[in-house]
């Protein structure tokens, strides 16, 4: 079991950034893969972006060059570095975990980009 617990959402405006972190309630050494999706009103939830535990970063190419995910194995956490924010970047941010074939999930922090 991991339990999974997020914070960093807010409301900002256009242009504007946040950093998201989810902390796992396990090593983050013992963790598969660690990552993040969005998921906005009446969307289907999308991939933002994963890391496998000591590969490389993937980015959904909405988010390239603009979000930067670390992931951080002594400290159990993941972060999410999200720069020059969009209106489209409003959504609903959920972490999770991959742990023996089983995913994990956060509740979800809400980031908002709003004028």
């Known amino acids: 079991q991991v339990q999974l617990v997020e914070s960093g959402g807010g409301l900002v405006q256009p242009g504007e950034s946040l950093r998201l972190s989810c902390t796992a309630s396990?090593?983050?050494?013992?963790?598969?893969?660690m990552g993040w999706y969005r998921q906005a009103p009446g969307k289907q939830r999308e991939m933002v972006a994963f890391?496998?535990?000591?590969?490389?970063?993937v980015y959904a190419d909405s988010v390239k060059g603009r979000f930067t995910m670390s992931r951080d194995n002594v400290k159990n956490t993941v972060y999410l570095e999200m720069n020059s924010l969009k209106f489209e970047d409003t959504a609903v941010y959920l972490c999770?975990?991959?742990?023996?074939?089983?995913?994990?999930w956060g509740q979800g922090t809400q980031v908002t980009v709003s004028s």
């Open positions: 999770y975990a991959e742990l023996s074939q089983t995913t994990y």
């Open positions: 396990r090593s983050g050494f013992s963790i598969d893969t």
């Open positions: 890391a496998k535990r000591y590969g490389s970063r």
